[in-house]
């Protein structure tokens, strides 16, 4: 493994726009040095950390096997896992993947693209995406972010970018620069610091080359959303929360643990106020023993025992819960807390892809219906 000196560089996204042929301005000689010098890394088979409207990428060249090698080593990413290609024009599908957009899409990308969407497409004859982006399989997914700072980086390097998100692998996706660093610090040559992530969750999946389509995995659009531009689309199925170990997936996020931090997570679901959530959990768990306890609440939990050592206030509203999230358990982990008890929301409209994360990143579940525990 390499060990770099990390560089953090700002841009300013105010000084870079696309006018409505989609070319790209730059307004700032700052700014175009900093993506000048991201182009030359990327160029060079190396990787660079940038945001997007979900949360920080770190990318690299979707053509070059080198590149995306180094991800994988940098994250210490399973290499089963695939990644997700970003593109800063929809021609770019067929430009440099020579692959066509199945018709099943476009009125999909016609209403959620650019933002956080990534459609699953064949790898046809001539695709010269690399293996290690599909993980050996014969799709692969690929994305247009609206975050005009990943746009710019893409545009100007002029590559396709596979890019999870940017933090060691089973850690929260990070959402500011600073996430990245306390990652990747010495493992990455570059960080551009683009300011804070405005969805806070990873992008929604779909692979409309099944019948009916699926929905792989949910994020940045809702379910409902997808569902409410009609065709095959009213009638997406989810797919399954969580794979097998040897399972194939078309998508990251399936398989492994995710989004955890160091300290426990204890998810409650239905669960009205903290002082039963946390009498649920003694009952379930055992004592406290004088552990430093972090609360994450969202709509509910109002009185916080005195013994909650740090209380985060994730929101009372979906879009601002998620756009919390990751941010908070790493806030809390910070800390040094031992335990982080977080209240879960109902799964409707951005619930679905929180849970979808919380139940990932949670070792101890409780609800009113069943207990559960992961060893």
């Known amino acids: 493994m390499t060990e770099y000196k990390t560089k953090v560089l700002k841009i300013d996204p105010a000084t870079v726009f696309f006018d409505e042929n989609g070319e790209l301005h730059i307004t700032c000689d700052e700014t175009k040095d900093i993506l000048e010098y991201a182009s030359r890394l990327l160029h060079d088979s190396q990787v660079v950390a940038f945001p997007t409207e979900t949360v920080y990428g770190l990318g690299a060249s979707s053509l070059s096997s080198d590149a995306v090698r180094r ?195 204890v998810l409650f679901e239905n669960v009205d106020d903290v002082s039963s959530a946390i009498g649920r959990y003694v009952e379930k768990v055992g004592p406290l023993n004088g552990a430093k306890i972090a609360v994450l609440r969202t709509k509910r939990w109002n009185t916080i025992p005195d013994y909650a050592d740090i209380i985060i206030d994730l929101g009372k509203k979906g879009e601002d819960i998620q756009r919390n999230l990751f941010s908070a358990l790493r806030d809390a982990d910070g800390k040094g807390v031992d335990l982080i008890f977080v209240e879960g929301i109902g799964e409707e409209g951005e619930g679905l892809a929180i849970m979808n994360r919380l139940s990932k990143a949670a070792t101890v579940s409780i609800n009113d219906c069943n207990d559960s525990r992961d060893q």
């Open 71 to 265: 991800i994988y080593e940098a994250k210490n990413r399973p290499a089963d896992n695939p990644l997700i290609s970003h593109i800063s024009s929809i021609d770019m599908v067929k430009d440099v993947f020579n692959t066509t957009v199945p018709d099943v899409y476009k009125p999909l990308i016609s209403k959620f693209w650019p933002g956080p969407l990534s459609i699953v497409l064949p790898v046809t004859p001539g695709c010269p995406i690399s293996e290690l982006v599909t993980a050996g399989q014969d799709t692969f997914a690929v994305r247009f972010p609206v975050n005009v700072v990943a746009r710019a980086i893409i545009a100007y390097s002029g590559l396709p970018l596979a890019a999870p998100s940017a933090n060691a692998s089973t850690r929260p996706s990070p959402t500011t620069a600073a996430h990245v660093v306390k990652d990747l610090n010495g493992r990455i040559p570059l960080v551009i610091d683009g300011g804070m992530c405005d969805v806070g969750l990873e992008s929604t999946v779909v692979d409309g080359t099944v019948d009916p389509p699926m929905l792989l995995r949910p994020g940045g659009v809702s379910l409902e959303d997808v569902r409410s531009v009609g065709g095959p689309w009213a009638n997406v199925v989810l797919g399954k929360k969580t794979a097998g170990q040897y399972e194939k997936v078309r998508t990251p996020g399936m398989k492994y643990k995710h989004y955890s931090p160091n300290a426990t997570v």
